[in-house]
């Protein structure tokens, strides 16, 4: 009789590149998500830093939270749901599912019938079950019957925020709000809103204090003297 650990490899790879495909969708998934909050997140942080002027500690404080909110977005709906393992009769129906009624719950009863058969089915028909599984699964592409569009929907989004950010970075005023809100400890200074230049040709001297005429008198022994107010 056929045990778990003796199915056939067309139906243990095809479970398995099935799963590899959903998984690294997910992760493909997580990564556009949380490339759009972490965008969204530093964007807010520096409107708050140009408009508010908090103190470097707030700065920190708001800078990790942005941080925070992309790591938790990868983790959440990339990470877990592609590390979490799943039942192999689960990933069975799940590929069943996928393609569509082609394999006709072939996959989920062979491997139903080879980890616990059932009472008065013959162990003829157990291996005959599993062989018409086998040959279905070897006419399947696992890899593309998992759709790859909530990945390629998420890296888009993830890919217009990231460039719109990039185009704005050409700005120096917005690059350094950017990279304050970024790397708050990186000792950029807030770009401000006045430019002194200094002019060749603009520069004056100081006027000289007048000096009033002096006058003079005669005295009445007739010399002559002289003052100045």
């Known amino acids: 009789m056929t045990t778990p650990d003796q199915l056939p490899a067309a139906i243990s790879d095809a479970i398995a590149a099935?799963?590899?495909?959903?998984?690294?969708?997910?992760?493909?998934?997580?990564?556009?998500?949380?490339?759009?909050?972490?965008?969204g997140a530093l964007i807010v942080v520096a409107a708050v830093d140009q408009f508010a002027h908090p103190a470097l500690a707030t700065?920190?404080?708001l800078s990790g939270t942005a941080w925070l909110a992309g790591g938790a977005v990868l983790v959440w709906r990339g990470l877990v749901p592609a590390l979490a393992r799943r039942d192999p009769l689960a990933s069975a129906h799940a590929l069943e599912r996928a393609a569509g009624g082609t394999l006709a719950e072939r996959l989920s009863s062979a491997l139903?019938?080879?980890a616990t058969p059932a009472v008065g089915v013959s162990v003829w028909m157990i291996n005959r079950t599993v062989a018409l599984a086998?040959?279905?699964?070897?006419t399947l592409d696992p890899?593309?019957?998992?759709?790859?569009?909530?990945?390629?929907?998420?890296?888009?989004?993830?890919?217009?925020a990231v460039a719109a950010l990039g185009l704005a970075c050409l700005s120096p005023t917005l690059a350094a709000l950017a990279a304050?809100?970024?790397?708050?400890?990186?000792?950029?200074?807030?770009p401000s809103g006045y430019v002194i230049s200094v002019?060749?040709?603009?520069?004056?001297?100081?006027?000289?204090?007048?000096?009033?005429?002096?006058?003079?008198?005669?005295?009445?022994?007739?010399?002559?003297?002289?003052?100045?107010?």
């Open 59 to 61: 700065r920190v404080v």
């Open 134 to 138: 086998a040959q279905a699964a070897a």
């Open 180 to 190: 304050r809100a970024a790397w708050p400890l990186a000792g950029v200074g807030r």
């Open 143 to 160: 890899v593309h019957l998992v759709s790859s569009r909530p990945a390629r929907r998420a890296l888009f989004a993830g890919s217009l």
């Open 199 to 229: 002019l060749p040709g603009a520069s004056r001297s100081a006027p000289r204090s007048r000096r009033r005429p002096a006058r003079r008198w005669r005295c009445c022994a007739g010399t002559t003297a002289s003052s100045r107010n």
């Open 18 to 39: 099935f799963e590899r495909r959903r998984r690294l969708v997910l992760v493909l998934r997580g990564v556009g998500e949380a490339a759009v909050v972490q965008v």
């Open 112 to 114: 139903q019938l080879s």
